[in-house]
């Protein structure tokens, strides 16, 4: 079955220091992978995404994800954090196919800046 | 292009009560799913419309339904609310084809008591 776990519930890093979230998924072929950030009492909103070739993906916000599959692992990178970065992320497996829509997501990142 | 939306954006029922939520997804989007975001459990997935059609379900009882519109729109309605259905209830539309990421709306805040 489909998983992804976030190993680190909450994480403050000071503002201007670099950023690494981790994500470790279990999946039997190639999964299309996720990260997502929901600001409090906000819906999510995609970051970046990686379905298949190169795999560094650049996404919003100066965030980027490298995908290991030997490692089964989808790390979220930034260099540099601003204290609007503060907010929780969600890495998510999908299956491909019909069941794209079915997302299952890890149990989130809490990201906190220190000034 | 409008995102998609979701109404009401809080809600306060009571127990054995009933809810529709609504979901109107971004233009030329035909499949819907809905997430169930609670403290406890996380965000888990409910069921996915597609084309007025259910095409897939996660692992919640019966108390929980759906239905699809022809203009794709979308409503959730969950039957005798129980305490633990207080969560925010999370709609997310997909475009057509499958490399299509879903976005999501703000969500509906959900409180029973």
């Known amino acids: 079955a489909q998983s992804v776990t976030q190993p680190d519930i909450h994480i403050t890093v000071s503002e201007g220091a670099s950023l690494e979230l981790r994500c470790n998924y279990s999946?039997?072929?190639?999964?299309?992978l996720f990260w997502y950030v929901q600001s409090p009492g906000q819906g999510l909103q995609l970051l970046l995404k990686?379905?298949?070739?190169?795999?560094l993906v650049q996404g919003i916000k100066g965030f980027e994800a490298e995908f290991k599959r030997s490692q089964s692992s989808f790390n979220l990178r930034k260099p540099s954090v601003h204290w609007s970065d503060a907010a929780e992320y969600f890495c998510?497996?999908?299956?491909?196919?019909?069941?794209?829509?079915?997302?299952?997501f890890g149990s989130g990142t809490r990201l906190s800046i220190r000034p | 292009k409008a995102g998609v939306t979701q109404t009401p954006r809080y809600l306060i029922k009571t127990r054995g009560q009933q809810v529709t939520l609504s979901c109107s997804p971004i233009?030329?989007?035909?499949?819907v799913s809905w997430y169930q975001q609670t403290p406890g459990q996380g965000l888990q997935f409910l069921f996915e419309?597609?084309?007025?059609?259910?095409?897939n379900k996660g692992n919640f009882p019966g108390r929980f339904s759906g239905r699809q519109f022809s203009n794709s729109r979308s409503e959730m309605n969950v039957s005798t609310l129980e305490l633990g259905d207080s969560a925010l209830y999370l709609c997310?539309?997909?475009?057509?084809?499958?490399?299509?990421?879903?976005?999501f709306g703000p969500g509906t805040r959900l409180t029973v008591t």
């Open positions: 233009s030329g989007h035909r499949s």
């Open positions: 997310a539309s997909r475009g057509t084809g499958e490399i299509h990421e879903q976005y």
């Open positions: 419309y597609f084309s007025e059609t259910q095409r």
């Open positions: 990686y379905f298949s070739g190169d795999t």
């Open positions: 998510a497996v999908g299956a491909r196919g019909s069941s794209a829509s079915k997302i299952i």
């Open positions: 999946y039997g072929a190639t999964p299309y």
